[in-house]
């Protein structure tokens, strides 16, 4: 996807080693949202040379919502409202 069109800008959210590779091809313009204390984190704090782009640590969604307000100037106060999850029952 990256090679396939030009891009001003990549914002890539990831938390597993999967996400390690697509990281280290993005450039320093572009922003990769990792998961804190899961495998991506690891992968980029023992690589830190391969990721090129600026990287956000995040614990639960609400810190991803923070992050991306910032990214884009968001003033918290102007938030979009979240989605509200709702259990799914099984029959």
């Known amino acids: 996807m990256i090679n396939a069109k030009t891009w001003d800008q990549v914002i890539y959210m990831g938390d597993s080693t999967n996400d390690f590779c697509p990281s280290t091809r993005l450039q320093s313009k572009d922003i990769v949202l990792a998961r804190s204390n899961l495998l991506l984190d690891k992968a980029i704090k023992a ?24 990214i884009f100037n968001i003033p918290a106060s102007k938030s979009v409202p979240v989605p509200v999850a709702y259990p799914v029952m099984c029959l």
């Open 47 to 70: 690589n830190p040379e391969m990721v090129k782009g600026q990287v956000i640590y995040w614990d639960a969604p609400p810190d991803v919502l923070a992050a991306t307000q910032s």
